[in-house]
């Protein structure tokens, strides 16, 4: 059964300004899929439409066959999708335990054995648990928003280009928690603008462009499409 | 001690007790704009609203202070989220000037709702009548302590509440970053309506700790509200800790000022703590950090 699926969906911030145009999309349990393309392509768009953040005006999203579309944001949390934002995507004045105690906001019981599970996932962050989150580098940041994401135990993890900004050792050390995460039995979706890591550690991958399908595939096979490779993966 | 350095001790210690009260609204006003964006200067009606719960409990059923301060911080929380549901809310989606401009508007007319039922004469708590404490020189009123110690009371509650209690962290979560907290399933909705109640409740309990020390009247709470927010936006307006900073810059300022003025002119210094902050450091001491 596929654990996410989205049809013909069409969303955008207004009805006039429509950035998604009919997007399928589609993650079976226990893979990481990649959603790459050019900016404008509706990548972003597609994450914040699937947790709730945009509501579409046409199109369906199941996850398990439930429809979660229209829903509010922290009910499609509580479903099982945790989303994590490109920017702004940790509480800066609060300790990184708090932040932690935030994400698993939703499911209160646990919260101190997940959060001791986050820290031996994660070892810098227990050792800075008690620093703001503000003091933390760009990939500390996002390794927490990562940890506060897997708070709830989702059942997809939906990353919105995690690598963004960050230099290229800590992105390295990044997309490699993020492979250790699936191996753990979590399944990702990953908007990445670095195209070529995408799909080195995704199992399959969505190209998308200005808002529509563009090449859907085996990550793999994408990366060895010529065509491909010289326009998304810079020859 | 020479007598101007006796005059100075004692007017540092009064504008410490000051603003030690004015701290209690000020962090009402602060918490508020922390999480709903907006200043809400319905504050000054909240504070004498509290102030008038606290004289129907002190006088007329003749409890003593802690209770009928206890009561001052319900009864004017509840009215904050009574006036922010069906008042302010409507306002927010047309951004926060026209929410602050209609929270001014709240103010007015809860003022005047206050002068309906209690008229406008200046009215007194029952308080037994107690000699001032000499210490080195300088005078202390047993009841000026009294008030201190609630609102220092009252501001370890709030600190204990925000940074060990679920909700109190929820709170600072959307102060921090609301979008997140909404993806992280905490009801903006449900943070919206504690915050009114705790901010309007220290209003109200603001409002009763300045009655104690002077007189209460419907004017009670806008007379002090220019103090409130020059706390508040010296500390960094949205910062806590910033609005205890704040009021005691503000209330040992405003002491120190009758050393070269009338207290005519005290208010003065709200405003000119006011200017200077917006021009030298607009973020306040403090900045804006929630807590």
Partial sequence: MTLLNVAGLVAGYSAADEILKGVDFAIEPGEIVGIIGPNGAGKSTLLKAIAGLLKPSRGSITLNDRPIAGHAPREISRMGVAYVPQENNIFPTMSVRENLEMGGYVDPAGTRGRIELAFGRFPVLAEKRRRAARTLSGGERQMLAMAMALMVEPEVLLLDEPSAGLSPVAAERLFESVIAINRDGVTIGMVEQNAREALSIAARAYILVDGRNHRTGRAADLAADPDIRRIFLGG | ?291
């Fill in chain 2, 1 to 291: 001690m020479p007598p101007i350095l006796a005059e100075i001790a004692q007017l540092v210690v009064n504008g410490i007790m000051t603003g030690t009260i004015l701290a209690v609204p000020a962090i009402g006003l602060t918490s508020i704009h922390a999480v709903l964006r907006f200043p809400n200067f319905a504050v000054a009606s909240h504070a004498t609203v509290g102030a008038f719960a606290g004289y129907v409990a002190n006088v007329k059923l003749g409890l003593p202070v802690l209770p009928s301060v206890v009561l001052a911080f319900l009864v004017a929380g509840a009215v904050g989220v009574a006036a922010d549901e069906l008042v302010l809310k409507p306002f927010r989606a047309a951004g926060f000037i026209t929410t602050a401009i209609a929270s001014i508007a709240l103010t007015i007319a809860l003022e005047n709702l206050v002068r309906f039922g209690f008229g406008n004469e200046l009215r007194g708590y029952d308080l037994p009548i107690m000699r001032d404490w000499r210490l080195g020189g300088i005078r202390v009123g047993p009841q000026q302590l009294q008030n201190l110690a609630i609102a220092v009371a009252a501001m370890a509650a709030l600190f204990a509440f925000l940074a060990f209690t679920r909700t109190g962290k929820a709170m600072r979560a959307v102060a921090d970053n609301p979008m997140l907290a909404s993806i992280k399933g905490i009801n903006a909705d449900v943070v919206a309506r504690l915050v009114s109640f705790v901010g309007m409740g220290l209003a109200g309990l603001g409002g009763m700790l300045i009655g104690l020390d002077t007189t209460i009247d419907p004017l009670t709470g806008f007379r002090a509200i220019l103090s409130v927010f020059a706390a508040a936006v010296v500390g960094g307006l949205g910062s806590i800790p910033g609005a205890v900073v704040g009021a005691l810059t503000v209330g040992v300022g405003e002491e120190l000022c009758l050393l070269f003025l009338s207290p005519d002119y005290r208010s003065a210094v709200g405003f000119t703590a006011i200017l200077l902050v917006l021009t030298l450091r607009p973020r306040g001491i403090l900045g804006q950090r929630a807590y």
